[in-house]
C-alpha cells in the first residue's frame, strides 16, 4: 500500500508543461529525499530525479524536482511524445522505500 | 559498464516454490545493496526488501516480510528472490535494482530488466 500520493494521470500537447505531485508525510518526504522515477510501456524503471532536484547525467533539463514540506512535484517543460510514461515519486520511511501510487502522463 | 540481468520468465503452478535471480557486472557486487521490486499487472511498483551482498544482511517490507526471503551469493556477484510456496497472487513482474547514492540520499541508479512470474493452475 503506497504511502505516497500522485494523482493518476496528467496530460498536456507538446511544448506544454505539465506538473505531478507526490503528498507525503512527515515520516517520509517531510524528513527525506524524495526521488522520481519514469517507467517507459514496457521497460524497467528509470531513475529521474534525485535528491529531491537532483539530473542524472543522460537527463534532459526539462525534467525538474521539487520539495516543500511533506510534498514534492516533477515538472516537465517542453513536453515531448516520447515524455508518455509512468511516473513514480518515491522515498524512505525510516528504513523501508516507498514509492507513490503513479501518475500516467499523456501527451495529446 | 554497469548491467544487472536477472532470469528468464517464469510460469510455476500454485504452491510450487520458485527461486529467481539477478547478476550483478560491471561494478564491485559487495559495495551496493540490491533491492527487490514487484510490478502487478497494471498497477504500480511496490519495494519489497534489499540485502547487502557483503554479509547478506537483510531488511523487509511488512508487505512481504515472512513471504519471501531475499539472498545473495558474492562469489557470482548474484542476488536472489525466492518463495517456498507461490500463490496466484505472486503473479507479477519483479525487478532487481541497485542501491546507488550515499548516506542518506539512497536511491535506484540500475535496475533489471524485469522477470515475469506467472502462476496458475
Known amino acids: 500500500q503506497s504511502v505516497l500520493t500522485q494523482p493518476p494521470s496528467a496530460s498536456g500537447t507538446p511544448g506544454q508543461r505539465v506538473t505531478i505531485s507526490c503528498s507525503g508525510s512527515?515520516?517520509?518526504?517531510?524528513?527525506?529525499?524524495v526521488y522520481w522515477y519514469q517507467q517507459l510501456p514496457g521497460t524497467a524503471p528509470k531513475l529521474l530525479i534525485y535528491?529531491?532536484?537532483q539530473r542524472p547525467s543522460g537527463v534532459p533539463d526539462r525534467f525538474s524536482g521539487s520539495k516543500s514540506g511533506t510534498s514534492a512535484s516533477l515538472a516537465i517543460s517542453g513536453l515531448r511524445s516520447e515524455d508518455e510514461a509512468d511516473y513514480y515519486c518515491?522515498?524512505?520511511?525510516?528504513?523501508?522505500?516507498?514509492f507513490g501510487t503513479g501518475t500516467k502522463v499523456t501527451v495529446l | 559498464e554497469v548491467q544487472l540481468v536477472q532470469s528468464g520468465a517464469e510460469v510455476k503452478k500454485p504452491g510450487e516454490s520458485l527461486r529467481i535471480s539477478c547478476k550483478g557486472s560491471?561494478?564491485?557486487?559487495?559495495?551496493?545493496?540490491i533491492s527487490w521490486v514487484r510490478q502487478m499487472p497494471g498497477k504500480g511498483l511496490e519495494w519489497m526488501g534489499r540485502?547487502?551482498?557483503?554479509?547478506?544482511?537483510?531488511n523487509y517490507s511488512p508487505s512481504f516480510q515472512g513471504h519471501v526471503t531475499i539472498s545473495a551469493d558474492k562469489s557470482i556477484s548474484t542476488a536472489y528472490l525466492q518463495w517456498s510456496s507461490l500463490k496466484a497472487s505472486d503473479t507479477a513482474m519483479y525487478y532487481c535494482?541497485?542501491?546507488?547514492?550515499?548516506?542518506?540520499?539512497?536511491?535506484?541508479?540500475?535496475w533489471g530488466q524485469g522477470t515475469l512470474v506467472t502462476v496458475s493452475s
Open positions: 512527515s515520516s517520509n518526504i517531510g524528513s527525506n529525499y
Open positions: 518515491a522515498a524512505w520511511d525510516d528504513s523501508l522505500y516507498v
Open positions: 535494482a541497485r542501491q546507488g547514492g550515499g548516506g542518506y540520499d539512497l536511491y535506484f541508479d540500475y
Open positions: 560491471g561494478y564491485s557486487f559487495t559495495s551496493y545493496w
Open positions: 535528491r529531491n532536484n
Open positions: 540485502i547487502d551482498p557483503s554479509d547478506s544482511y537483510t
